[in-house]
């Protein structure tokens, strides 16, 4: 064993602690970065437009008046799902793309 620490590929404890300790601060600073990211989803046309942050919250929602038809509700709310769910899955991409640039591409649970 060498000196300093349980020795492993060269490696000692004390870089191996220092690595990760600059690892976890580079994902901090990913998932902040990754927080700021907005992405912009519409449906209908433009009719419904919705904007989803990195972190995977709402922050607008825009519905065109002329999408309102009392007689067909439905159709409102079909494309709010749709621009929604749309702009999650925007966001969840880009989110996981900035987190990947950190971890290279290594699955970390619990990370977006």
Do not use: W
């Not at 690595?19 to 976890?24: E, F, G, P, S, V």
Request: aromatic share 2%.
């Amino acid at each position: 064993m060498a000196r300093g620490g349980f020795n492993m590929g060269g490696m000692n404890r004390n870089q191996m602690m220092a690595q990760a300790r600059k690892m976890q601060e580079q994902l901090l600073e990913a998932q902040q970065k990754a927080s700021l990211m907005q992405a912009t989803a519409s449906a209908g046309g433009g009719a419904v437009k919705v904007t989803a942050s990195g972190d995977l919250r709402l922050t607008n929602i825009t519905i065109d008046p002329e999408a309102i038809d009392p007689e067909d509700i439905e159709m409102l709310q079909d494309m709010i799902l749709a621009a929604v769910n749309d702009a999650l899955e925007s966001a969840e991409s880009q989110a996981s793309a900035q987190m990947s640039a950190v971890t290279g591409g290594l699955n970390i649970p619990g990370l977006f």
